[in-house]
């Protein structure tokens, strides 16, 4: 599957028509449901598939971003062989208390994993709290940027973001007919 073919895929599956409250309070008639990618299994296999390629060399861990990087970074973890990190918003107060589960973080070369990103704020909170476990982050990988200034924002924080897919992908995929419905 090419990437068209792969930008169309997630479109259809993932595109909702109606009426939606978002959480900054304003009200859409379009939402892009990305667990909808992140629950089929083989959607997500051709995902972390294509992403494999994006991993910068060097990288020693991948750390996926709670709740919806923790799909997507297992997958490429089966893709590229590295390990894997599991970041919580916030430490548990019980069991180990970590903030990141699974692979150490400390002294080695991260790559910070998220399904998708809008202003890249998750990024940035965690990116900052893995540095201060003693990981060294300097880029950031996304199956989805939404184009609305996350790139940028991470930039400024030193985190270099690469993106499988774009909202102008998906766009593009829709209106050149790609995309189809599923069953």
Known sequence: MNLAELAA???TACRLRGEFLLRSGRTATEYFDKYRFEADPVLLDALAGRMAALVPAGTEVLAGLEMGGIAVVTALGRHTGLPCAFVRKTAKAYGTARLAEGADVSGRQVLVVEDVVTSGGQIAISTQQLRELGATVDAALCVIDRDEGGAGALAADGIRLS?????????RARADGHSRRRD
């Open 9 to 11: 895929e997630v479109d």
């Open 163 to 171: 993106a499988l897919l774009t909202r102008a992908d998906l766009d």
